[in-house]
């Protein structure tokens, strides 16, 4: 205890971190495997640029991105092996991942493009999606942007309802007496039930698309809330009585942080079914969107296309999450880590 | 002065049968300006129901309570409560949560210094930040203690706030509580089922006897201070206390 005290804030802060990240990232470092991940690469471009291909594949933007992976990992292992921070940890931890994602890329490659084993259409390289990335860019940087637009919008709609409902419900009996039986019947409709005559109803389909999404997360959301609240001990809210706090002190000091951690489980639940919302909503009403081109794309027979919004949802997302997550890990600080 | 009047207080609560259960009975007793009262008696008894009352968490089905005359239908910030496991906000650190209440109270523009000097008179110095968790227990518990305390209450209600923590800690809390007491002139009522606290502490101690829960005698301590858990006056009025508790046990 008073170790820790005697350092200074910014080192401990360093200390914590570098503790953290060796408990996330425990497999150790091996020189070994850092190479051998670089040989796995080098051998995916020289497979790329010596095999005969046997289907017409532009392969620039592939090398492009195989030179970057290269140069990402060549820094990152430079940088491990000359110091011992977390980058080292990091590294060290992913090389075996990166040898395999090496080997991978070497696989695909040859069993599309090269000895064409699994055929176009319905199958295509890694190269080509990238290169259809690149042909496409405009319209898929467009539809990226406004699919995001559309999710940010409804998800943020979705979880404000399904939070202020949960409080409500979770603290107020009467309240909870009135509505939680509508909650019950009304939530537990899959979203995509109502499509048909929210396009109908709402008078531009940009509407439809936020309800549709939006009715998908403020269920779990709410629902989650109210457990949250309810799992809050009495001891807080007596202490808070006697500490002098207000109804609405009581509301935001204890009740919000409290179900904080249901909260969250229920973002999380919502997210999925958000997402799914999203793809669905944009195939059927949008003229815009991940979702769209998809739809767009399979009109026309180009399966390259469809896999080319599929990488991007998958990044997409992935940065949602991760985006989420750290959200999380800051609100919920305060919570003892498990491990 | 008379502050606190406790006076034919019976708490009466149904089982899951039905069945009538005097949780309290006949309760009376006054609190003078200043005093610390140790409220003792086996598990059971009704001590903490009985301080739940005072606190006005509940309220009784018969009798009343009085403060100054006036009677005690709600918590109020005038009569802190520290908790068994203090309850300290997890998700506030120790400084949030010894601030919480003076904030709620004052808004924004509360006393800081006040929070900083109790952050030193219970020995917090270097934890402000950090959250309740990451503290041992008896910290914990000089924290939530800073945290009653720090509104200037006119009453302190404590419930078994050493109940939880080792020995050592136990002791080192117990010491703080008095300075504290002695500084602030509080009146403080401290619920506990350890005898040499209630000793060590109390100016008089209530004895009471479980089922129904009863106030069997309410003796003033002849000890002065400071006092010396080993002397041998300590060890006699002690045997006298433990005499009494054992009365119905010897009866069985």
């Known amino acids: 205890m008073l170790e820790t005290v005697t350092l200074s804030k910014k080192q401990r802060i360093k200390a914590v971190k570098q503790d953290k990240a060796e408990t996330k990232y425990w497999k150790p470092w091996r020189t070994t495997w850092n190479i051998l991940s670089l040989v796995a690469l080098m051998a995916a471009y020289a497979e790329n640029q010596f095999v005969p291909a046997q289907e017409l594949v532009n392969n620039g933007a592939y090398k492009w991105f195989l030179i970057a992976y290269f140069i990402y990992l060549v820094v990152v292992y430079a940088v491990g092996s000359v110091i011992h921070g977390r980058i080292r940890v990091y590294s060290g931890h992913f090389a075996q991942l990166n040898t395999i994602l090496g080997l991978l890329l070497v696989v695909q490659d040859l069993i599309t493009e090269k000895f064409a084993i699994i055929k176009l259409p319905f199958f295509v390289s890694f190269a080509q999606i990238l290169d259809q990335i690149k042909t496409d860019q405009k319209l898929l940087i467009a539809s990226t942007w406004s699919s995001l637009g559309l999710w940010l919008i409804s998800f943020v709609i979705g979880t404000l309802i399904g939070v202020i409902l949960g409080l409500f419900m979770g603290r107020y009996r009467q309240f909870n007496y009135w509505s939680f039986p509508f909650l019950k019947v009304i939530g537990i409709i899959p979203a995509a039930a109502w499509m048909p005559l929210t396009m109908v109803i709402f008078p531009t389909s940009y509407l439809a698309e936020i309800f549709l999404i939006a009715f998908a997360v403020w269920f779990p959301v709410a629902f989650m809330t109210i457990g949250g609240v309810q799992s809050i001990s009495t001891d807080y809210f007596e202490s808070a009585k006697t500490l002098g706090f207000s109804e609405f002190q009581i509301l935001r000091k204890v009740v919000i942080p409290g179900a904080l951690p249901n909260i969250f489980i229920g973002i999380f639940t919502a997210m999925g079914l958000s997402f799914t919302m999203l793809v669905i909503s944009e195939m059927i009403g949008a003229k815009v969107g991940l979702g769209w081109y998809i739809n767009w794309a399979k009109g026309v027979g180009n399966y390259t296309q469809v896999y080319a919004a599929i990488v991007i949802m998958a990044v997409l997302f992935s940065v949602i999450f991760s985006f989420l997550n750290k959200l999380q890990e800051y609100a919920l600080r305060w919570r003892k880590r498990s491990n | ?252």
């Open chain 2, 1 to 252: 002065m008379v502050q606190l009047t406790v006076q034919n207080v019976n708490r009466v609560l149904h089982d899951n049968a039905g069945q009538r259960i005097n949780v309290l009975e006949d309760i009376n007793f006054n609190v003078n300006s200043g005093e610390f009262i140790s409220i003792i008696g086996p598990s059971g008894c009704g001590k903490t129901t009985l301080l739940r009352l005072i606190s006005g968490l509940d309220q009784p089905e018969e009798g009343q309570l009085t403060v100054d005359g006036k009677p005690i239908t709600h918590p109020d910030v005038s009569r802190g409560y520290v908790f068994q496991h203090g309850s300290l906000f997890p998700w506030e650190t120790i400084k949030e949560n010894i601030s919480s209440g003076l904030k709620a109270v004052y808004g924004r523009h509360y006393d800081k210094k006040l929070v900083d000097h109790y952050i030193d008179l219970m020995g917090l110095k270097g934890f402000e930040s950090a959250y309740p968790h990451q503290v041992s227990g008896g910290m914990a518990q000089r924290a939530a203690l800073a945290r009653s305390i720090v509104l200037r209450p006119e009453l302190l209600l404590l419930d078994e706030p050493m109940g939880a923590l080792d020995a050592f800690t136990r002791a080192d809390v117990q010491n703080v509580i008095q300075r504290v007491w002695k500084q602030t002139r509080t009146t403080m009522i401290l619920v506990t089922h350890d005898i040499d606290e209630a000793i060590y502490l109390g100016t008089r101690i209530i004895v009471m006897t479980p089922r129904p829960g009863r106030i069997k005698e309410i003796v003033t301590n002849p000890l002065t201070f400071p006092r010396d858990r080993t002397s041998d006056d300590f060890l006699k009025f002690r045997r006298t206390i433990q005499d009494k508790l054992n009365f119905g046990v010897t009866e069985n």
